[in-house]
């Protein structure tokens, strides 16, 4: 007899689909899997520096337990087989950089938006309701340029108090800005849809900013964890824009609490959207995350300004409020201490000793 997918709902061992599995979120949330005793198949091109590692880090830690597909999700033989044996499905493979979306932006529509929906009718033929968790981000909801803004202390504060004290909730109108965002949103949409028009049981997560352990950072994508190499390297940065744009950064393993949340919520929350991020209390600029990192590392960061890059937000800060209740999050870790987690852990990545005398600034969180 044939399980039906949905009556797991996380609780008991199933065979579960990460795309992107081998990446920052992928790989964590793929190791909670295994660690759950589920049997996680890892689907990744393993195009982009570090997923290698990671893939290799999971498959040290959980053996069998976890198989690679290495494929790319434009690739609808192979995905579509990845699709046929699964009891649920974290869809995390993705174009993530706005800059990218700006040059190759064909491209990005095909991996964002075509493999989206060929991975949900994949699904849709499989004649039993299989979950799908969609990786959305906050871009969906465009540059916020309505947003009252003052500058305090190195960081936009939206003038409404209402924004101020809860952030940006899911009934903010839609508003695409870069094809990143227009793909992203499409792809959101579609999601939702299946839910609506075939009974796909799908949820969408729109994150904000994530950071934590596994994460290699560059300037275009992971800038957290950017910001840290360059801070321990004694590398500089560019800032676009002035620096004093604000993000509520969310530890990793707080997002993927919020992944596992929806599979075993599945059956209430099929066919929504949650913001998700770290919320008013992780709100922090860009330029006062440079000055916690240099106390952590005991090293000064030299940054240098350029232009605003296109769409970019100056403000963004979710109301996570529905995603905690209907999820049953846990309060979210404090971005102070889930940084200096993070830069220990980098340290140790790329053999860089931290001075004793940031110890104290470590310790603090």
């Known amino acids: 007899m044939t399980r039906d997918p949905v009556a797991a709902r996380g609780d008991t061992p199933s065979n579960v689909l990460v795309t992107g599995g081998a990446g920052f979120i992928g790989s964590n949330l793929s190791d909670r899997l295994a ?165 796909v049981p799908t949820a969408v997560l729109r994150m904000s900013c994530i950071y934590g352990p596994r994460q290699m950072g560059t300037e275009d994508q992971g800038w957290v964890a950017h910001f840290a190499i360059s801070a321990l390297k004694g590398q500089g940065i560019s800032l676009y824009g002035d620096g004093c744009q604000v993000r509520d950064v969310l530890d990793v393993d707080d997002a993927v609490d919020a992944y596992l949340g929806c599979w075993r919520n599945i059956d209430r929350v099929a066919g929504r959207a949650f913001n998700l991020g770290g919320g008013p209390a992780n709100a922090v600029s860009l330029r006062q995350l440079l000055r916690h990192l240099e106390a952590l590392t005991g090293r000064p960061v030299r940054a240098e300004t350029h232009g605003w890059r296109p769409g970019d937000q100056r403000y963004y800060v979710s109301d996570a409020r529905a995603a905690s209740d209907a999820l049953g999050l846990k309060p979210f870790r404090p971005w102070r201490e889930g940084v200096a987690r993070l830069v220990g852990w980098l340290a140790a990545e790329h053999g860089v000793a931290l001075p004793a005398a940031a110890d104290k600034a470590r310790a603090a969180g």
Request: proline share 4%; glycine share 8%.
């Open 35 to 199: 660690g759950l005793g589920h049997r996680v198949t890892v689907y990744d091109a393993l195009t982009r520096p570090g997923v290698q590692r990671n893939l290799d880090w999971l498959k040290a830690r959980h053996g069998d337990a976890v198989t690679a597909v290495v494929a790319d999700v434009r690739d609808a033989e192979a995905l579509g087989r990845a699709a046929a044996e699964t009891d649920a499905v974290f869809h995390l493979a993705a174009q993530v950089a706005v800059t990218t979306s700006m040059v190759e932006p064909l491209d990005d529509f095909e991996i964002n938006v075509r493999a989206t929906v060929t991975l949900l009718d994949a699904l849709r033929r499989r004649g039993q309701p299989v979950p799908l968790v969609f990786a959305s981000t906050n871009k969906v909801y465009g540059d916020l340029a309505d947003v009252e803004l003052r500058l305090t202390n190195d960081a936009y504060v939206p003038v409404d108090e209402a924004v101020r004290a809860a952030g940006v909730g899911e009934a903010r109108p839609l508003d695409f800005h870069t094809p990143y965002g227009c793909s992203k949103g499409a792809a959101d949409q579609y999601v939702l849809d299946f839910a609506r028009s075939f009974g």
